[in-house]
């Protein structure tokens, strides 16, 4: 049982790049996010997705975009990587979004942007 | 909007002792869940404690343990007999349990370093 694995655990990129951060989950769950952690900020919601097809934003979603074309997967893109989104990103799901159920983490993925 | 506040952004506990560490949150709703997450040097967030609003029997998992005043809005975490793996980063987070609700929201985490 995987539950829900990210891909790369690192990542180092130039400034204006792009690149998908990869998040799959085999527990069936409909609902999927995107976490992004700061020093001293705790977890920050980037956007997140209640079944296949359907995202929307969280609290800081500029500069990401997502889909959601399966229930197993849900990437984050970076659009044009700039050094402020040097951060780790933590993929979750839950089968509801509501607390009622537990929440799942991947492993995160630590993002340097030079 | 919700926020939540731990203020203290460090702490230590001798092994074997107990620990509390706190958390207050602000809200205008009266159905939630409160968490504890725990996140050692693997990075890794590991569901610790969960607590839901209308309850009012306070959370138990093994040596963790909750103190939720929903009035004063305030959700502690105690950690009795202290063990080494327990030193980690500690986060408190709400979720309103609505329809529509998504969003975790988090704490700024508190660290927890376990002495021997």
């Known amino acids: 049982n995987a539950g829900v694995t990210q891909t790369p655990k690192f990542q180092v990129l130039k400034t204006g790049q792009s690149m998908t951060l990869q998040c799959a989950q085999d527990m069936n769950h409909e609902y999927m996010s995107w976490y992004r952690q700061d020093p001293g900020m705790g977890l920050r919601l980037i956007h997140y997705s209640v079944g296949a097809g359907i995202t929307d934003q969280g609290e800081v979603p500029n500069g990401y975009n997502v889909s959601r074309s399966t229930t197993e997967d849900f990437p984050l893109r970076l659009l044009s990587a700039a050094p402020s989104q040097t951060s780790v990103y933590f993929c979750?799901?839950?089968?509801?979004?509501?607390?009622?159920?537990?929440?799942?983490f991947g492993q995160g993925t630590r993002l340097t942007v030079v | 909007a919700q926020t939540v506040t731990q203020s203290q952004p460090e702490m230590s506990v001798q092994e074997a002792e107990t620990v509390t560490l706190s958390c207050t949150y602000d809200t205008s709703e009266s159905n939630y869940y409160l968490f504890w997450y725990k996140q050692p040097p693997s990075r890794q967030m590991i569901l610790v404690i969960r607590q839901e609003a209308y309850k009012q029997q306070n959370a138990t998992e093994n040596r963790f343990s909750v103190n939720f005043q929903k009035a004063a809005k305030s959700f502690s975490l105690k950690i009795s007999d202290s063990q080494l793996g327990d030193t980690a980063m500690y986060f408190c987070a709400f979720i309103y349990s609505g329809a529509g609700s998504y969003q975790l929201t988090f704490g700024k985490g508190t660290k927890l370093s376990v002495i021997p």
């Open positions: 979750a799901s839950s089968y509801g979004g509501t607390g009622a159920t537990e929440a799942f």
